[in-house]
């Protein structure tokens, strides 16, 4: 009697996946159909003795390792079924490509035929992902044995890897190529096919909120004109799951506590090239805030005093984002009142009949329990001091479960590393406790290029190199050059997010800028140092600290001539400006910024408050006093489809130096502020008389200004695809006021006293996917007769 199977592969020049899974299976059906002669009749029991056991065929395994397989011992009895068990554990041990058992009297002949080692592994087809990164996902690997199972394992491995970038149609097939002493090459045959677009994203279930504004929502895109150079449209498994919990947290934040996606099909094209998503959502019904209520089982913690530090109002729409806010705060005041082990326990109160949600902030006290330590692998080149600077925790403090899961959301948001876990386990004895830290380092380098247009400054070009991780200690190395046709830029910065261990941001920025504007009748060159300090005084609000020093100069751009005339390019005023060389400036300013548009209690609405003020004077030449204002509201209207925003601006300037102020160094409109004019179109200008019989037409500035600018936007009725929106503005706004200034024969100077102009216009905003392109089409409903008006402004901003 044998007992006898081969699992493996035959010596083809190259051998399918079809070989190497499925000759087994053949000869498996010859064994059944001839299986007298192949396999024992068990209807005849037999007993067996062996005194001696004989491997033959094997060359790498050794013959004790193969008799170990088998578990006879030798001079043993053995049955038939022993025997076929002792087959089995020899052919699982996964080596052997073919075994045989013939006992031959006293003596068990065991006949194997070892796979063969693997020589090399080779990737043919793949121009998406490179042969290292492959390498790194298969398990094969040579001089080991070659597995089937293994090989197709890598197979589907591979095509995984090719599905999570959006190519559901490639395809992986394992060959193999006979080489000498029982040696294979392995070769894994690509075809990487295109990418799988979702062709359409549709909603079922959505009656609140439209499919478009659901769309915007999602990570995953549908494919639009541009499909091109947009990447989001691919089909991914796990951004969809990434989608299901962004929608969710969409609906949740406002008030809609029910919701739940019920499914996310995508259906697949029969040319598997595109996919029809399909999400299953039930909305339920909003819910607001009811009672709001602190109760207290701590003696230390009065509830009156907590419920005070609350910010929560009875009507709002309920957030679990302002839950997780206002025990944060409730915390944080128990921190400052030294009241260890306080834990805030927000108890919901459902409220069916008026759609309210009570909730109860029980302060009560939590188990003793202490941080021995902090724990973090995995850093290879980030320091630890990074990390821990995001733990508010220490070694030796309370332990606060709500605290550390901030803080991994706070490492994660770092951008450092691919993949960070923060787990916490029992430390020395069950009132400690360890924190574990487990990060992946990722590259945090980065080179920027991008283009841009503008009617101002013409066509430019932005190459940037940033390092965001310098040297591992967390700090931004960056430079930066961006040429236009008029504007030449370079900027180094450097940034340090916790200068001396504290939440005190530094910044230094060295640049040059140069100009030669078609507005202005001259050139400028400027150089600049400027340091900086940015503390952050609470969750909205930062105070900046800003010392500048900076050299400028106004270069003149000779001579015209006209009508047989030879005339001076800038007027007389300008000529006065540019005579006084290269000046510096030695100032000291702040910047105070409260904005509440992405933490404030309405996630609809927001606005933003920015008050900076500018001494001059601290050495230097000129000596002057600067503030600016800057508010924005902004709100979503219309189930969240229309942005409405307003936006008041305002300077004043102080010009306290002996020498006169320069045209650079006052207000000057620019489009982005004021819509509807030339770069300097509105303002004071000097209009004095050139040798030729024309006159000059200089923009001067002013020393204060106050802009006004409403815009609406919103969708076209337009295939989504298309990527377009249409907005409304009105502006309006004035710069005026004019001291200190030499010029010669000054009742040339118009614009002094100043009027306010108001402008309307239609955009035309395009969501491309090089990036936004805006087409603004504007009038002036007034202004002056010697404003320059500019009817149509383009912008576009791009990174690729």
Known sequence: MVWGKNVGISCGERETRTNILYRGVSVIALAVTFGLGVLPNFAEAQNYRFNTVQVEGNQRIQTSTIVAYTGIERGETVSAGQLNDAYQNILDSGVFESVDLVPQGNTLVIKVTEFPTINKINFEGNRRIKDDVLSGIIESSPRRVFVPALAEKDAAAIAAAYGAQGRLASRVTPRIIRRSDNRVDLVFEI??????????????????????????????????????????????????????????????????????????????????????????????????????????????????????????????????????????????????????????????????????????????RGPRVFVERIDIEGNTTTLDRVIRQKFRTVEGDPFNPREIRRTAERIKALGFFSNSDVEVREGSSPAQVVVDVDVVEQPTGSLNLGGSYSVEDGFGIAVGLTENNFLGRGQRLSFAIATATETDQYVLGFSEPHLLGRDLRFDLDLGLSETDSSFAEYDTKRVFFSPALTF?????????????????????????????????????????????????????????????????????????????????????????????????????????????????????????????????????????????????????????????????????????????????????????????????????????????????????????????????????????????????????????????????????????
């Open 536 to 800: 952050q005084l609470s969750e909205n609000t930062n105070l900046r600290l800003k010392y500048t020093w900076s050299n400028s100069e106004m270069i003149s751009r000779g001579t015209a001539t006209s009508g047989g005339f030879t005339y001076p390019v800038a007027g007389p005023t300008v000529r006065n400006e540019i005579a006084q060389g290269e000046r510096s400036t030695s100032s000291l300013g702040f910047t105070y910024a409260y904005d509440s548009r992405l933490t404030g209690l309405d996630p609809n609405a927001g606005f933003l408050v920015q008050v900076g003020a500018e001494y001059a004077g601290l050495g230097g030449d000129n000596e002057y006093l600067k503030t600016t204002t800057k508010i924005v509201a902004q709100r979503l209207a219309f189930n969240e489809e229309v942005t409405l925003r307003a936006t008041f601006e305002t300077g004043a300037l102080d010009w306290m130096g002996d020498d006169s102020s320069r045209s650079i160094d006052r207000f000057v409109l620019s489009p982005s502020i004021m819509r509807g004019f030339e770069p300097g179109g509105i303002g004071p200008r000097d209009q004095a008389s050139r040798a030729d019989g024309g006159t000059y037409d200089d923009f001067l500035g002013g020393n204060i200004y106050a802009v006004a600018r409403f815009d609406a936007e919103f969708p076209l009725g337009l295939p989504e695809e298309l990527g377009l929106r249409g907005g409304l503005f009105y502006d309006v706004g004035n710069l005026w006021s004019l001291g200190n200034v030499n010029a010669t024969g000054s009742n040339s100077i118009v614009g002094s006293s100043g009027s306010f102009r108001h402008v309307v216009g239609f955009s035309l905003l395009w969501t491309t996917g090089f990036g936004p392109l805006r087409f603004n089409f504007s009038k002036a409903l007034q202004k002056e007769d010697y404003d320059k008006e500019q009817s149509f402004d383009l912008t576009l901003q791009a990174r690729f």
């Open 191 to 364: 075809s990487e096919g295109d990418t799988t677009e979702v062709e359409r994203v549709s909603f079922l279930g959505n009656q609140v909120y439209s499919d478009r504004r659901l769309r915007r929502v999602l990570e995953t895109k549908q494919a639009g004109l541009l499909r091109t150079f947009i990447n989001r449209d691919t089909l991914i498994e796990d951004r969809i799951d990434f989608d299901k919990q962004v929608l969710r947290d969409f609906y949740l934040s406002r008030g809609y506590v029910d919701f739940r996606v019920n499914s996310a099909n995508a259906e697949v094209t029969r040319e598997r090239d595109a996919v029809f998503l399909v999400v299953d959502v039930t909305e339920g019904q909003q819910f607001s805030f009811g009672d709001i209520s602190v109760t207290s089982e701590v003696s230390e913690a009065d509830a009156d005093e907590f419920r005070a530090a609350l910010r929560i109002k009875p009507g709002v729409t309920y957030s679990p984002t302002l839950v997780e806010t206002a025990i944060e705060r409730l915390e944080n005041l128990a921190l400052r009142k030294r009241i260890d082990f306080l834990r805030v326990e927000p108890r919901v109160t459902r409220n069916d009949q008026d759609l309210t949600l009570d909730v109860e902030f029980a302060l009560t």
